[in-house]
Structures are given as C-alpha cells and as structure tokens.
C-alpha cells in the first residue's frame, strides 16, 4: 500500500493564480481531510468528506474548494491564491470509525508571492 | 468550541532526560484524544486514549488520560536525539468525524 499520497511537494504560485493539490490513498478509507499547517498553529481542518460524494467544511474553509467523486481521490482546490495560504497542506484518511485514527500525507509546501 | 491546548510549547532537554507533555482538551462529545509524533513531515501516530487511568506504553513513550480533568499527558524517559520533533495532541468529539489539535510541542534533544 502507498497510504495517503500527495502532489506536488512544493509548489511557488503567484497571488490571484488557481491550483489544484492532489491526494489518494488505497486504503478504502471513507474519511478523508484536508488541513493546513502555519508555524506554531498546529493542523487547522479545512475541508473534510465522509465519503464519495459528501464534503463539509472545517474550521478554515474560505479560500479552497473541494470535491469528492470518488473513495480514493479528495483535491483540493485554491481559486484564487493569496498570500496568507502560504502553508504546508496536509491531506489525511481514516476508516469509518468514532476514534479517528487520521493516516497523513506527506504534505504539500506552497509559497504564494 | 472546540479546543486543545498544548504545553509547554517548547523546551530543550539534553539525552537521557524524561520530559512529560501537556494536553488539555474542551472537546464536545469527546470520544477520543490521540498523540501524533511530527518530525519533518507528515505527522505519524503514536497513541489514542479513550478511557481515564489507562496507561498506554510504546517503549520509551508512554501516555495516560484522565477524562474527569479533561487532560493527557506524553511521557517520554531516558530521551534520544531521535525524539526531537513536534508533538501534536487531538481530541476527537461529536460523531467521531473531526479531529482538532492543539498547536503542538516542539521537543528538541540535545546530545
């Protein structure tokens, strides 16, 4: 298994440009999470899904759109980037489950200039 | 709303110290609190708690949760280099589908 893996792992975009972070996994995990990580702030949640099909917002929403059409992929869409989504994004998957194991990516760094 | 604060936020010990870490949590319909160890990438798991007096032990590391004070802990004896990282708390609440963290312990082992 590869676990949870994510594209790119670095990436400079300039302010108003679009992008698109990737992540999967293979461990048919029905949760799948998005979060962003600033120095000092811990994982703030930005988007979460229950499954294929079904997203809902976490904490930090504003700014990115996601999507969910199937069991393994969950991208994570930035429309129009600023700088203060300058962070290191972190996608993770976990089995239906009250407990909430969460298995993470290797994270995507992303500099907005 | 839901929160977790994380202390001390940093601290230098030298090798073959024990160092305990700090975590309280306000978490509602709380089920859960889990320790991530986060080196210099993704966070890796270490432990979930959910019920209070239950030691859970990984070697050197070891954690405990007390359910009425709303707090855990991370003990680590006899500390290495390799122990130097941030350690993350979460508590898990309400449908057991969000995790929210505290802003971690950055730990660094001096040799």
């Known amino acids: 298994n590869a676990g949870v893996t994510q594209t790119p792992k670095f990436r400079i975009l300039k302010i108003g440009q679009s992008m698109t972070l990737q992540c999967a996994q293979d461990?048919?995990?029905?949760?799948m999470y998005w979060y962003r990580q600033d120095p000092g702030m811990g994982l703030k949640l930005i988007y979460y899904?229950?499954?294929?099909?079904?997203?809902d917002k976490g904490e930090v929403p504003n700014g990115y759109n996601v999507s969910r059409s199937t069991t393994e992929d969950f991208p994570l869409r930035l429309e129009l980037a600023a700088p203060s989504q300058t962070s290191v994004y972190f996608c993770?998957?976990?089995?239906?489950?009250?407990?909430?194991?969460?298995?993470f990516g290797p994270g995507t760094r992303l500099t907005v200039l | 709303e839901d929160k977790v604060v994380q202390s001390p936020l940093s601290l230098v010990v030298h090798e073959g110290d024990t160092v305990t870490l700090n975590c309280s949590y306000e978490?509602?319909?709380?089920?859960?609190l889990l320790w991530y160890k986060q080196e210099k990438k993704a966070p890796t798991f270490l432990f979930m708690l959910?019920?209070?007096?239950i030691e859970k032990k990984s070697g050197r590391l070891s954690s405990i949760l007390d359910k009425k004070e709303l707090f855990s802990i991370l003990n680590i004896t006899a500390t290495q280099t390799g122990d130097s990282a941030i350690y993350l708390c979460?508590?898990?609440?309400?449908?057991?589908?969000?995790?929210?963290f505290g802003a971690g312990t950055i730990l660094r082992v001096k040799s």
């Open positions: 978490v509602t319909n709380f089920r859960s």
């Open positions: 979460a508590g898990v609440g309400e449908y057991g589908n969000k995790l929210v």
């Open positions: 959910t019920s209070s007096g």
């Open positions: 993770a998957s976990s089995y239906r489950t009250l407990y909430n194991e969460q298995f």
């Open positions: 899904s229950v499954g294929a099909g079904i997203t």
């Open positions: 461990m048919n995990h029905n949760y």
